[in-house]
């Protein structure tokens, strides 16, 4: 068998002098075990003794005696009492796997596309509120405090539903502000309220069933459900919010709604349909996912209570989440089960989610149970409101092509219709004036349907910027409409 010759020597020797900070051990090991993976040492050669080699290489046996004892202990040389062979291995792919070999599941290429996220520095950016207002120092103080009194003691595994305390207070609050009354043990801490749709999607549905969505509506929900091979059928959405038949040749085994303030368009579903839905969803085994994404922003009339409260058996389960009324990196969200189904779920549950970030839990428990959480969605909804009909304003006076607004009586999001424009286009050429709308086609089932606008989340966007934003943004529509022939 070939035993190491002069060039071999070379390649060890100057991969030897030209280490930079590796140890000599680290990078001889490095040297031979690839010259193994390629071939250069072939199989069952054998090697020279350790004294040879350290002589030849000017190192210490020690170092080459550490360095193939590693090869043989992870499988590359054999040893035996005449001194290393090279193990017989199977050859190492020859090359990189591209792009293109990796092919998703079937079912995942429905996955809805263009869901980018942006630095709250673009303006109009749809679903980030403004961060800037959040009391930063307060924050620090209370991890700080959490840190300190819970110690080493906070560093284990958590409860998998969340931290006790959070779901506590989570329950005290949904309470009184959205007439929730329901237990910590119905409550479940999620990362973001992604993730509880998620988990309910996961423990409620078989893949096949069928659920209802709404058209336009949240893109994470039609993840959700193209990522668990649900069949997926768009419903369309008045000014009572999401429309439906009672009478249906399939049932839907989910319904998912965003009831109080319907995203993107902004309607209210009224206290009929509501019960309508809840009737149906009963008669016919349906679960109903009650996305209450931004409902604490209510402009005009005091906050809807959730569909969750309005009967003692409702089948709904609630998702709510901190995204919106605090931070969205912050990544907590919870889902609220009826009694028996959160009793039933429990043990999946369990084997499903880990807890975890407790400390951020612990801190926003007591942020909650001290005040600062309400006095925080106070001050929000006034600077929200205001900003609302500041834009209003500036759509009025700055957006001279045909449109009408939507966006209901809360929220930190208007959306304006504009027929006939390639919504995308405009969005996406939006970014270079660090503009970051959201085409309104995007948020349909079918994009290329023809209804068009754009999204302007106006949460994280100073009204002061109002006025030349739009400005910018109808220029960008007469260029749009001019290339399609139109202007
Ligand atoms: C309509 C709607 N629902 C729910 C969510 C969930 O947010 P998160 O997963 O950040 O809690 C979002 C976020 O953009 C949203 O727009």
Redesign the pocket.
Same mark, same amino acid.
């Not at 973001?192 to 993730?195: I, V």
């Not at 989440?321 to 919106?324: E, G, R």
């Given at each position: 068998m070939n035993i190491p010759d002069d060039a071999f020597y070379r390649l060890l020797s100057k991969a030897l002098r030209e280490r930079s900070g590796e140890t000599l051990t680290r990078v001889l090991y490095r040297a031979l075990r690839q010259a193994i993976l390629d071939g250069r040492l072939q199989a069952h050669s054998r090697l020279p003794g350790s004294r040879t080699l350290a002589q030849e290489l000017s190192l210490s046996r020690n170092t080459v005696n550490a360095v193939l004892d590693q090869l043989t202990t992870e499988g590359y040389l054999l040893r035996d009492r005449q001194g290393s062979r090279v193990a017989s291995l199977p050859s190492a792919a020859a090359e990189e796997p591209t792009e293109a070999e990796f092919r998703l599941p079937a079912r995942l290429k429905a996955l809805p596309t263009g869901t980018r996220r942006d630095s709250p520095a673009f303006a109009f950016t =749809? @679903?980030t509120p403004a961060v800037n207002y959040f009391p930063l120092p307060l924050w620090r103080r209370l991890i700080d405090r959490v840190l300190r009194e819970e110690g080493h003691a906070l560093l284990g595994y958590g409860e998998s539903a969340g931290e006790r305390p959070l779901r506590e207070a989570i329950a005290r609050h949904l309470a009184l502000s959205r007439g929730i009354h329901c237990e910590a043990g119905q409550v479940i801490i999620t990362e973001?309220? !992604?993730?509880g749709l998620n988990l309910c999607t996961q423990l409620l549905s078989e893949s096949g069933q069928l659920a209802w969505l709404e058209d336009p509506g $949240?893109a @994470?929900a039609r993840s959700a459900f193209v990522a668990r091979g649900l069949q997926i059928e768009g419903m369309e959405i008045d000014e009572e919010g999401m429309q439906f038949a009672d009478h249906t040749a399939r049932s839907p085994r989910l319904i998912f709604t *965003?009831p109080s303030h319907q995203?993107p368009l902004g309607s209210l579903m009224s206290a009929a349909r509501r019960l309508a839905l809840l009737q149906f969803a009963h008669s016919t085994g349906a679960w109903i996912i009650e #996305?209450d $994404? #931004?409902s604490e922003f209510r402009y005009s009339s005091e906050p809807i209570p959730a569909m969750l409260g309005m009967q003692p058996d409702a089948p709904v389960v609630y !998702?709510g989440?901190? *995204?919106?009324t605090l931070f =969205?990196s912050l990544?907590i @969200?919870f889902v609220v089960m009826p009694k028996a189904l959160a009793k039933a779920m429990q043990p999946a549950i369990h084997s499903l989610l880990r807890g975890g970030h407790r400390t951020e839990q612990l801190a926003l428990a007591h942020f909650i149970e001290e005040g600062h959480y309400a006095r925080h969605l106070a001050s929000m909804r006034r600077l929200y409101r205001k900003r609302q009909g500041q834009l209003r304003d500036a759509l009025k006076q700055e957006l001279t092509h045909p449109h009408t607004v939507s966006g209901g009586e809360g929220g930190m999001h208007l959306t304006v219709h504009l027929e006939g424009i390639d919504d995308s286009w405009v969005a996406q050429a939006a970014r270079q004036y660090q503009l970051a709308p959201a085409a309104l086609s995007r948020y349909y089932l079918d994009p290329a349907s023809g209804k068009t606008g754009l999204v302007l989340g106006y949460g994280n966007t100073s009204a002061s910027r109002f006025a030349s934003a739009i400005r910018t943004l109808n220029k960008l529509i007469t260029q749009a409409l001019s290339q399609s022939g139109q202007g």
């Open positions: =749809p @679903g973001g309220a !992604l993730e $949240y @994470g *965003s995203f #996305d $994404y #931004d !998702l989440t901190f *995204s919106k =969205p990544r @969200g």
